[in-house]
């Protein structure tokens, strides 16, 4: 066996080398004015204790993943995992999970509303048997603080009514957003985890019950504070997607989450559709031109929202994105050609009107959304 200054020199980092006990994981998107603080912060927070941050950043255009490769030339613990052309928080938590080697991981966000100074805390639970620590507002010691308005509050306690009858167990406040976690139990759930979705604990629990693993949880309690920089995340486009998830899990994954903005937008298409045939026609249009016309700008408005917000993780651009409307222009055709078939079968069968068309209109949103999921935005 060779003893030569390489295997020396290896030898010798070997030994000062601390493996992580602890990852922290930042999930990021236009987080740059609040990195290195953060990073401050969790250093401190952390003291002794062996610790790395990844930064799983969404090519954010304000340069949060150049400053996280600065400061990794200065500080051996803190590394970027830059994504391009994939977007989601839960999905960049996992990523950020399956590349540590640290037997625990939390998640903590990049704004500094989070306490970080609780980490110690947290650690210090599931060193003593808890699968999942959850940073709770709501519970001894919690408080929602300035870091939440009165409507968003009203809005929180709303969704945590909302999760509550999905979790199985007893969490304060499982749309927390702050959690420390074994690795290994994460993983295990991860295949089966919401891709698309804005909160990843709620899904991280419920999934873990339904695999007949149970988290053993414990909380710690936290002041929530107000966002150092930047800007907030929250839109109705995060809430309709905690919905999708909600009726997800509901469902028993039945229905994906992406499903329910799917379905939205395709109500929002027959608005589009309607409104254009009114006005053509009252235009003195024939209704064959009538029809034709708003069926197509009903097709373009539905392509655009779901490239836009069913599809934002998956987006087309350039040429894929003529191909995508081509493609998806087909699968709706075909997709109404299946409402009409499914339609006419079952008044056939019983004569009622409602229920056939009714039938016919769910068959062809499942065969729309199966369909350009896998082929447009595959």
């Given at each position: ?213 149970p988290l053993k949880v414990a909380e710690v309690g936290y002041t929530f504070r107000p966002r150092h920089a930047g800007e907030s995340k929250m839109s109705p486009l995060v809430v309709i997607q905690y919905l999708g998830l909600w009726f997800s899990k509901l469902t028993n994954g039945a229905l994906p989450p992406s499903f329910l903005l799917f379905g939205l937008v395709g109500g929002t298409g027959v608005v589009v559709h309607l ?104």
């Amino acid at each position: 066996m060779s003893t030569g200054p390489v295997t020396t020199l290896a030898a010798e980092q070997h030994s000062n080398f601390r493996p992580p006990q602890l990852a922290v994981i930042v999930p990021s998107y236009n987080e740059r004015d609040n990195i290195e603080l953060l990073y401050e912060k969790v250093a401190l927070a952390l003291g002794g204790t062996p610790w790395e941050m990844i930064v799983v950043d969404d090519d954010s255009p304000d340069g949060t993943a150049d400053l996280v490769n600065e400061l990794s030339r200065v500080y051996a613990n803190i590394r970027c995992l830059r994504r391009f052309g994939r977007r989601g928080l839960a999905s960049a938590c996992v990523e950020g999970m399956a590349v540590t080697s640290a037997p625990y991981v939390a998640v903590i966000d990049g704004d500094l509303q989070h306490d970080e100074a609780i980490l110690p805390t947290m650690l210090e639970k599931a060193l003593a048997g808890a699968d999942l620590v959850v940073g709770s507002r709501f519970t001894d010691g919690g408080s929602a603080g300035e870091g939440l308005s009165q409507t968003r509050l009203s809005g929180s306690n709303f969704a945590n009514k909302l999760a509550g009858m999905i979790a199985g167990q007893a969490v304060s406040d499982p749309m927390s957003g702050f959690f420390l976690i074994r690795r290994d139990a994460a993983l295990k759930a991860a295949p089966k985890l919401a891709s698309d979705g804005f909160k990843i604990l709620i899904d991280l629990i419920v999934t873990s019950a339904r695999m007949g693993q149970p988290l053993k949880v414990a909380e710690v309690g936290y002041t929530f504070r107000p966002r150092h920089a930047g800007e907030s995340k929250m839109s109705p486009l995060v809430v309709i997607q905690y919905l999708g998830l909600w009726f997800s899990k509901l469902t028993n994954g039945a229905l994906p989450p992406s499903f329910l903005l799917f379905g939205l937008v395709g109500g929002t298409g027959v608005v589009v559709h309607l409104v254009t045939l009114a006005a053509l026609t009252a235009l003195g249009q024939g209704f064959l031109v009538s029809q034709i016309t708003a069926t197509l700008l009903a097709m373009g408005w539905n392509f655009v929202l779901n490239n836009n917000l069913t599809y934002a993780d998956r987006k087309l651009r350039g040429r894929r994105l003529v191909t995508g409307f081509i493609s998806f222009c087909a699968i709706c055709a075909l997709g109404g050609i299946a409402n009409i078939s499914v339609a006419n079968a079952i008044y056939q069968w019983d004569h009622q009107t409602f229920v056939a068309g009714l039938s016919g209109a769910i068959m062809s949103s499942v065969f729309n959304y199966a369909v350009t999921r896998a082929f447009t935005w595959k």
